[in-house]
């Protein structure tokens, strides 16, 4: 299934797209795509639901709505950063012998096409395309890899928007370079695992004004999402709903000689295989 919430914000409601045209309402049995929902394994239970209505010919079609975050607002948003050798390497960083995690605040999470607004002081604004992994079950101490692969309800394309000055020059603390406001766009939607397949063979963009920065793909990830779950599983909960940000490939603005920096009136556009499209526009600070 592909889980969509559509709406304006803080009013999205629940649906399953079906197509580029329609979809499968669930606000009637689904209050929203959150920790309760995830948790209580809301996915299996609405599954066949879909199937019927579809063929049942209970179907809406898309009207221009707003596309929001496929996810309600999560208990945590982790990220794992350097997690491309490619895009290590374009950062002058060593390849990590273990995941790097670091938080992004989960008021961050807005939809696929809303406005990317620059926060205040900011020099250095920042693109990373990225495999998000939302987590399906409440998940500790994972005792292998394969474990991991239960506790993940789907994937989603997120942009994992950063400040690198925050990020780099403000005391090595990267959550504060990535979590002002606006600056977690994910969806379109949420892709079941079911409907993924091989998630290390994922095509990944991303386009500045119509120029390709991004292009790469999840099979050259260090740490693949089944390794990812298994390790943050050893040092905190995951709780259903969890948003992981899995790293993204080399293309990002700190990379390049000189370095490019987003300004306001930008246009971010970017995909990966089967998680869909986004686009944003750059504004400035308020």
Known sequence: MFLMRIGAPGAEKPIARVDDETYV???????DFDEAFFGSGGIDRIHPLVAERVTAGHVSRFAGERVGAPIARPHQILCIG????????????????????FT???????????DVRIPRGSTKPDWEVELGIVIGKRTSYLDSVDEAHDAIAGYMLVNDV??????M??????????????FN??????????????????????DVNGVRRQNGSTKTMIFDPYVIVHYLSQFLVLEP???????????????????IWLQPGDVMELGASVLGTQRQNVLGPR
């Not at 309402?25 to 209050?31: G, I």
């Not at 992004?104 to 809303?114: A, C, E, R």
């Not at 892709?191 to 963009?205: F, H, R």
Request: hydrophobic share 35%; proline share 10%.
């Open 185 to 206: 766009p994910a969806g379109p939607w949420l892709a079941t695992t079911d409907e993924v397949g091989d998630v290390l063979a994922l095509d990944m963009w991303l």
């Open 82 to 101: 350097l997690n491309y050798r490619d895009h290590a390497a374009e950062t002058g960083q060593a390849v990590p012998d273990e995941p790097i995690l």
């Open 162 to 167: 950063s400040e690198r000055a925050f990020q």
């Open 241 to 259: 709903g969890d948003l992981i940000n899995t790293g993204t490939p080399p293309g990002v603005g700190m990379g390049f000689t000189p370095p």
């Open 169 to 182: 020059e403000r005391g090595g603390q990267w959550a504060k370079g990535k979590s002002a406001e606006t």
């Open 104 to 114: 992004k605040s989960p008021n961050t999470l807005i939809g696929p096409h809303d």
């Open 25 to 31: 309402d669930l606000s009637d049995v689904v209050a």
